[in-house]
């Protein structure tokens, strides 16, 4: 008999780090959690590496390959804890990170109120190089050595150690930063340095300079994290493969990611929307909204024939990040998040999040301020304890809270606690709204997709006010990002702005530009471990109509690049354009399009696991899964049946009021609603047609 093998998906969240383990022989998976330890991530990762293999009585020899999304670059962005970087330009660009895109957010009317933020660098850490490339690339002034060297001794005595590099056009050609790079190192040899050619080969100064100034930020700490993991993990299981989720729905080995750490500021979402994609698709929907609702924030993503919707117009916290990523919308509104009284008397709730650390009301150690969590605990929605018991909640403390915010607000406490739950859905419903709607997408058209620890408890609510036909709860929703993670393949993507009407398009010029991309692609692959014949090359382009600041990517058919396949090309920008925006310009000849980047993916397939279809009932009703009852407050208090999931049987239906907990999250099924088990175990919640 063969030895068992297993993968293991890692996701850690701010909260708890989830595990989910594969068998590669039964696809079955085996999940757990501990908590996240943030003064030292890897901690918490490496007994969550133990803690699986315990379970599965194997030993670090059993495991073929690690996935880990991580949180590290995120929250470095998020919380602004940024060291001290130095930024090298070309002269006269000195002030780019000022002026930066001279728009004020909430149009111009916000001019009078709004502070512009501070800068990423500030202007005294600033230097400049004089030469000059035009947009093709050609030189029109040679690099000045001098000033690079003279940059170079300053940012070493000034003990900064951390540069970014952004010279003008040098995405057309990088030989001026490969120079500059150089003297960086004979210079400065201790530094750490990123430069834009090799961070974004794309045009736009500003959010070029943002995005190598950012990659160059989070480097010496991903660096560190991922280094001290490789080496713990070669203590239990010694070379094996580990991956780390990148914001593109792609992985990349641990040994790469080093090298380009922005790539991971999405990781966690990322392989969430892809874990929910590929289970609802196995399900039968191919349109899809993803709900991933944690302690401090829900992210929402949209998903159509099983490719979660990709965006370079992204950033984290306050810095704009042109590399492809997920298009994940994030809300502050999870379990954790606070309610609160605006100075004006009303009730608000979230982005403050009461987090792990005091936690909610009811938590053991719990904070002093009400939130989400306490709301539920209250209504009865949620059992008095957490993960099967292992942390106890006191219905008592919460229920104080709410009184005492009730009593500021005139509301009595089943009216304070639906009132924070209705802001929090409403919080969530105009999140999704911006993924669909704002995208030229009807929301009515979608299955919402939830899951995380918190994302299921208000899909009833969230499907009323959206008009929603149906939600669908994975099993075990708390891990169903670790479990995404196995679901992904190793992806690179390479990017060159290559400017041109399409009428004047130059086809050699594109076929060499997409040659070297797709080169570049493969040269990334062969490094991973793939051979020629299992590796994918997808090629795409930005097209725009001329005069407009914004581009829409379509994809460019593979094979021989003929006037055809451009043509078919440009076809599809003007389809995709009327999606978007509700018009095109495909029947009116004086609107030039304009070709503006060639992008190439290069696609590692790994084995996915399979989902196991289940036994189904055998014919006993789900009374054998009711576990008792409880008082939970809907539109009034009902004495409410409570399930627990794992006794429920593939063709089982639950009709509301109703509450079904499992491990690491429950779902309330509100009057009017019942909820089905399918052949995988996925919940779908409907309406009642009675």
């Given at each position: 008999m063969e030895p068992r093998r297993v993968r293991i998906g890692i996701d850690t969240g701010g909260t708890f780090t989830d595990v989910v383990a594969v068998d590669e022989a039964t696809g079955r998976a085996t999940t757990t959690k501990t908590p996240s330890t943030p003064a030292d991530p890897a901690e918490g990762f490496l007994t969550g590496v133990r803690k699986v293999l315990d379970l599965l009585g194997l030993d670090g020899g059993a495991i073929t390959a690690v996935s880990h999304g991580t949180t590290v670059a995120t929250n470095q962005l998020l919380e602004g804890e940024l060291d001290r970087i130095g930024f090298l330009t070309t002269e006269g660009y000195e002030s780019v990170l000022e002026i930066a895109r001279q728009s004020v957010p909430d149009g111009y009317g916000n001019s009078y109120f709004w502070v512009k933020p501070p800068r990423i660098v500030p202007a005294d850490l600033v230097r400049t190089v004089r030469g000059r490339l035009d947009h093709h690339g050609a030189e029109v002034r040679p690099l000045d050595e001098d000033d690079a060297r003279a940059a170079a001794r300053f940012f070493r005595d000034a003990g900064v150690g951390t540069i970014g590099v952004c010279l003008l056009h040098s995405y057309a050609d990088d030989a001026h930063e490969r120079r500059v790079l150089e003297i960086l190192r004979e210079e400065h040899p201790g530094a750490v340095v990123s430069t834009s050619s090799q961070v974004l080969r794309e045009y736009r100064e500003y959010e070029r300079s943002v995005t190598t100034l950012v990659d160059a930020a989070v480097k010496p700490r991903v660096g560190a994290y991922v280094t001290a993991i490789r080496e713990r993990l070669d203590g239990i299981a010694p070379g094996v493969p580990f991956y780390v989720m990148k914001s593109n729905g792609g992985v990349l080995s641990a040994e790469e990611v080093v090298h380009q750490p922005i790539t991971t500021v999405l990781s966690g979402p990322a392989a969430g929307a892809l874990g929910a994609a590929l289970v609802a698709g196995a399900a039968g929907f191919d349109r899809v909204l993803t709900c991933d609702g944690g302690g401090t924030s829900t992210d929402v993503t949209v998903v159509v024939d099983g490719e979660p919707a990709i965006t370079t117009e992204g950033s984290v916290g306050a810095y704009p990040s042109k590399i492809p990523m997920i298009d994940v919308v994030t809300v502050g509104a999870g379990g954790g998040s606070i309610a609160w009284l605006s100075?004006?008397?009303?009730?608000?709730?979230?982005?403050?999040?009461?987090?792990?650390?005091?936690?909610?009301?009811?938590?053991?150690?719990?904070?002093?301020?009400?939130?989400?969590?306490?709301?539920?605990?209250?209504?009865?929605?949620?059992?008095?304890?957490?993960?099967?018991?292992?942390?106890?909640?006191?219905?008592?403390?919460?229920?104080?809270?709410?009184?005492?915010?009730?009593?500021?607000?005139?509301?009595?406490?089943?009216?304070?606690?639906?009132?924070?739950?209705?802001?929090?859905?409403?919080?969530?419903?105009?999140?999704?709204?911006?993924?669909?709607?704002?995208?030229?997408?009807?929301?009515?058209?979608?299955?919402?997709?939830?899951?995380?620890?918190?994302?299921?408890?208000?899909?009833?609510?969230?499907?009323?006010?959206?008009?929603?036909?149906?939600?669908?709860?994975?099993?075990?929703?708390?891990?169903?990002s670790a479990f995404g993670l196995l679901t992904v393949d190793v992806r690179n993507d390479h990017v060159q702005t290559a400017i041109s009407r399409h009428a004047d398009l130059d086809l050699d010029r594109v076929r060499s530009v997409f040659a070297a991309l797709e080169d570049d692609a493969r040269t990334a692959l062969d490094g991973e471990g793939f051979p020629r014949d299992r590796q994918r090359v997808q090629r795409s382009a930005d097209l725009r109509y001329v005069g407009q600041a914004f581009e829409v990517r379509v994809p460019v058919s593979d094979g021989d690049l003929d006037a055809a396949a451009v043509d078919q090309a440009c076809q599809a920008f003007h389809a995709a354009?009327?999606?978007?925006?509700?018009?095109?310009?495909?029947?009116?000849?004086?609107?030039?399009?304009?070709?503006?980047?060639?992008?190439?993916?290069?696609?590692?397939?790994?084995?996915?696991?399979?989902?196991?279809?289940?036994?189904?009932?055998?014919?006993?009703?789900?009374?054998?899964?009711?576990?008792?009852?409880?008082?939970?407050?809907?539109?009034?208090?009902?004495?409410?049946?409570?399930?627990?999931?794992?006794?429920?049987?593939?063709?089982?239906?639950?009709?509301?009021?109703?509450?079904?907990?499992?491990?690491?999250s429950t779902v309330p099924v509100h009057p009017g609603f019942r909820a089905t088990v399918d052949g995988f175990g996925n919940l779908l919640i409907e309406r009642d047609a009675r």
């Open positions: 100075p004006e008397g009303t009730l608000k709730v979230g982005p403050r999040s009461a987090g792990a650390d005091p936690g909610p009301m009811c938590y053991p150690s719990g904070g002093s301020e009400p939130t989400v969590t306490d709301a539920h605990v209250v209504l009865g929605r949620i059992p008095p304890h957490l993960l099967g018991g292992e942390i106890p909640l006191s219905v008592d403390a919460a229920r104080a809270g709410l009184v005492q915010l009730g009593e500021q607000l005139g509301l009595d406490l089943e009216r304070t606690a639906t009132g924070i739950l209705e802001i929090s859905a409403w919080n969530q419903a105009n999140a999704l709204r911006q993924v669909t709607v704002a995208r030229g997408l009807d929301v009515r058209d979608f299955t919402l997709t939830t899951f995380g620890g918190s994302g299921s408890l208000l899909a009833c609510r969230l499907m009323d006010v959206l008009g929603l036909p149906r939600t669908l709860v994975p099993p075990d929703p708390g891990n169903l354009h009327r999606m978007l925006y509700g018009y095109d310009f495909a029947e009116d000849a004086r609107q030039a399009v304009e070709w503006v980047n060639l992008r190439v993916s290069g696609i590692g397939p790994i084995r996915r696991p399979d989902l196991v279809e289940l036994a189904p009932a055998d014919g006993s009703g789900t009374d054998r899964a009711v576990t008792g009852s409880r008082p939970v407050f809907f539109d009034d208090w009902t004495d409410t049946p409570t399930h627990s999931r794992q006794l429920l049987a593939p063709g089982h239906v639950v009709t509301g009021p109703a509450v079904i907990e499992e491990f690491g």
